[in-house]
């Protein structure tokens, strides 16, 4: 831990280098006890927590044909497991207080796939469907959930960025995002948004408008549905559903 502790501790003196207020901690965000003191930290250190940005993250990629279970579990423990460690407690005290700020992060490695990441995209994609639903959950309470796919230099893509591109890959660009999405004016929830290089853009799951087999009692038939392949498959005039429950009609109409 001893490398963690110092870029913890480096962290701190460089925010308050620049005049603001920053405490360490050094808790394992994949377990409850360590969600827990890392939220209380900030409790002790502020008297209370009105933002959680969910940033802990580890790669150990990998093909995977080779990828073994230590690789599969360690990776979704930080990022998967370590979100809902860290925001369990969060939450509670944001509830109490009918208000917060949640940002989680994913990566463009689950929403569009990168190879030998099986371990490191399905974390990022179940944080997005974690914000899914919270989202829905917090709405009462004032509370917004929303996602970062940023596109930084980190010392976790250090390794795996051509040095001339990770130099031009400053954190500063996807701070913007991040910092809007934590403030009092951002009234969205559920939003994904990709930040690097001066870059934003939305990403969402979009529902192309399909094609209707049967007239209720009729099961189709695989052939009815290879013969309908294209009309399946097209995203023309798509739609995004906010809640499960709006997609009902969808299937119905």
């Known amino acids: 831990m001893g490398s ?3 870029a913890a501790d480096h962290v ?3 925010i308050k280098g620049l005049g603001g207020e920053a405490v360490p901690n050094y808790d394992n965000v994949a377990t409850p006890e360590g969600g827990e003191n890392i939220v209380q930290t900030a409790i002790d250190a502020f008297g209370k927590v009105d933002i959680l940005i969910n ?3 580890i790669l150990l990629d ?3 044909a080779k990828m073994d279970e230590k690789k599969w579990d360690t990776v979704i423990g930080v990022h998967l497991k370590g979100t809902f460690c860290v925001t369990k407690p969060a939450y509670l005290a944001m509830v109490s207080q009918n208000y917060g700020r949640i940002v989680m992060t994913t990566s463009a490695s689950g929403l569009v796939g990168n190879f030998g990441q099986t371990n490191y995209a399905s974390a990022k994609m179940g944080v997005v469907g974690f914000a899914n639903a919270l ?3 917090g709405a009462k309470y ?3 959930v929303n996602v970062i796919a940023p596109i930084a230099g980190t010392r976790l893509t250090e390794d795996v960025v051509p040095p001339d591109l990770f130099k031009r890959m400053s954190v500063d660009y996807v701070a913007p995002a991040v910092l809007y999405m934590c403030s009092e004016q951002c009234q969205d929830s559920g939003v994904i948004i990709n930040a690097g290089l001066g870059y934003f853009s939305r990403s969402a799951i979009m529902t192309g408008e399909g094609v209707i087999l049967s007239d209720g009692d009729k099961i189709p038939t695989p052939e009815e549905v290879m013969e ?3 009309r399946i498959t097209r995203l023309e005039n798509p739609r995004f559903f906010y809640q499960l429950a709006e997609m009902s009609p969808q299937w119905r109409r």
Do not use: H
């Open 142 to 144: 004032n509370i917004k």
């Open 55 to 57: 940033n802990a993250g």
């Open 135 to 137: 989202k829905l959950e």
């Open 12 to 14: 701190v003196e460089e």
């Open 228 to 230: 309908n392949w294209g």
């Open 4 to 6: 963690s502790t110092s």
């Open 62 to 64: 990998s093909s995977f």
